[in-house]
């Protein structure tokens, strides 16, 4: 949905200026994430390869009650996946990915410099509540 200026300023608020998910402070670039995804329909393009037209498999879910502030990190990295299905992936990154795919990694980790944490992936609005009785629908 196209929030106008007021919605997107309470949407940053609802969890004090923080990304959802992360938790860092959002600066003057952020996200409004649809924590369901609304599939966007792709297109094939010759010039550009597959893209996005911009329409939703499922507009339904194209409200303000389904949109979380991002950081453009966390939204990107996201996409368009269930929350458990990305809690797996970043679980994935750490407990697979990391070490296989990383020399730096391997290296920091052999050199105890960096640690591991086997801690459940938790986003930053499981551990605190969101103050989005004021949003403007
Ligand atoms: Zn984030």
Redesign the pocket.
């Given at each position: 949905m196209q929030l106008n200026k007021k919605q997107r300023a309470e949407l940053k608020m609802k969890y004090d200026g923080h990304?959802?998910?992360?938790?860092?402070e959002l600066g003057d670039k952020w996200h409004a994430d649809h924590i369901e995804a609304v599939d966007r329909v792709l297109a094939w393009c010759p010039k550009r390869g597959v893209k996005s037209t911009g329409e939703m498999h499922k507009p339904h879910l194209d409200t303000i009650e389904n949109l979380n502030p991002?950081?453009?990190?966390?939204?990107i990295n996201k996409h368009s996946m269930s929350l458990e299905s990305w809690r797996k992936s970043i679980e994935h990154y750490r407990d697979v990915q990391l070490l296989r795919d990383s020399t730096h990694a391997r290296h920091l980790h052999r050199f105890g410099l960096i640690e591991i944490k086997p801690d459940p992936v938790v986003f930053?609005f499981e551990k605190r509540g969101a103050s989005d009785q004021h949003l403007t629908r």
């Open positions: 990304c959802a998910y992360c938790g860092c991002s950081c453009v990190p966390c939204n930053f």
